[in-house]
């Protein structure tokens, strides 16, 4: 399953970048974008675990920059 989500208070760059690459490591993931410009993700994962995948990548985002937050 694939779904775009926005990002709320996503301020930095590198931090995408770093998000990008936490996310890409979870298991059940077959391809994340994190996009600083348009502020927007965009997960590709497992249809069984997608919710549990999305709330793992929600962990990474506010660990990573803690104002960030994925909107449903």
């Known amino acids: 399953m ?13 931090c995408a970048a770093k ?17 600083f410009l348009t502020q927007k993700l965009t997960l590709d994962a497992d249809d069984g675990r997608f919710e549990e995948i999305l709330d793992q ?4 985002c506010r660990r990573v920059e803690p104002d960030c937050v994925i909107l449903r």
């Open 19 to 35: 998000m990008e690459d936490a996310i890409r490591k979870l298991e059940g993931v077959h391809d994340v974008t994190v996009s």
């Open 57 to 60: 990548a929600a962990r990474i």
């Open 2 to 14: 694939k779904k775009r989500f926005k990002l709320a208070n996503l301020d930095c760059a590198n």
